[in-house]
């Protein structure tokens, strides 16, 4: 298959696209190297990918319109397309919301364009978020609850997305996966993520905020169970699906301090602190749809894939 991953640079889209290249398909990769994070830790992680002839880097904007259409065009027949590239973060997004909407909204409206003047029209598989989710009072999460009530611009324009695709896949019959993705996390996770954050400040023996009595939870998810998600849902797609990600396996936030501090070896000093405004109680991801469609079964229990991060961790910074 050729598929144009778009955030190709990030976390998510650097594992997937090495996963890719290693079993011989052609890949794409887009980026514009954001400064949500420095371009460094970007540059690095595209130095991760496997050096081969079935790989090409285009940095470039989705927010370019004629750029997406160009970009598309001179590299059909696509057999996919995978839409990672975002503005992430939700406590980022409140202070930025128009710069969210630019990039997220316009942005896949952009590559959807782009996608629909082909013949045929690539599949397109478009990473949404569990934050869509909101303060959702049933757990777990299902794709069937109501998720009208977002509480972050971050997760609104995740939300706008889905009616988009849903949108154009009703219009135009292209065949569309939204992925909800519950917290990922591993080697290369982006530096602003608790648990990279956390790691860097105990290993270097400073305090870390702990927002909230400790009692709010996530449904931590390994990026190697991600990939294998993301990598079924691209050969599945078919009609228009919303399909959870997660490990079905939520975690406190004490507890995931606990975990990363004996990972790292050393006590944490924590710094207790409100709880955020945008940030949900819990995730918690029924994956019955995921274990069904795309035959996911997520495999990597929490504390292994924290210590193979932390462990990654203490190699990178040496």
Not at 181 to 198: C, E, N, S
Request: glycine share 6%; hydrophobic share 40%.
């Amino acid at each position: 298959m050729k598929i144009l991953v778009t955030g190709v640079a990030g976390f998510i889209g650097s594992h997937t696209a090495s996963s890719l290249i290693n079993d011989k398909h052609d890949v794409v990769g887009v980026d514009n190297f954001d400064p949500f994070y420095d371009r460094r830790t970007k540059e690095s992680n595209l130095r991760s990918l496997p050096e081969a002839d079935n790989f090409q880097f285009i940095e470039a904007d989705i927010r370019d319109q004629e750029r997406m259409a160009e970009l598309l065009s001179a590299n059909a027949p696509l057999d996919a397309v995978l839409h990672l590239a975002a503005r992430a973060g939700v406590r980022p997004s409140i202070q930025n919301p128009v710069g969210y909407e630019q990039v997220n909204i316009a942005g896949t409206l952009n590559l959807l364009q782009a996608a629909i003047a082909q013949n045929p029209a690539p599949k397109f598989v478009f990473a949404s978020s569990s934050s869509v989710y909101g303060n959702n009072p049933k757990v777990p999460f299902s794709e069937d609850d109501p998720v009208d009530n977002p509480i972050s611009p971050y997760a609104a324009t995740k939300k706008a997305c889905e009616l988009i695709c849903h949108t154009y896949h009703h219009l135009y019959q292209i065949p569309i996966t939204c992925l909800r993705f519950f917290t990922v996390f591993g080697p290369r996770q982006r530096p602003d993520l608790a648990i990279d954050k956390f790691a860097r400040l105990i290993l270097a023996g400073e305090p870390i905020e702990m927002f909230g009595d400790g009692s709010s939870s996530r449904d931590y998810t390994y990026i190697d169970d991600i990939v294998s998600g993301v990598r079924s849902a691209i050969d599945r797609c078919d009609g228009y699906e919303i399909i959870n990600l997660g490990s079905r396996h939520p975690i406190t936030l004490t507890d995931m301090i606990a975990t990363v501090a004996r990972a790292c070896g050393r006590e944490p000093i924590i710094q207790p602190k409100p709880m955020q405004p945008g940030d949900v109680n819990r995730t918690f991801a029924d994956l019955e749809k995921a274990s069904r469609l795309l035959d996911y079964k997520p495999t990597t229990p929490f504390a292994e894939g924290v210590a193979r991060q932390v462990e990654w961790l203490k190699n990178s910074m040496v």
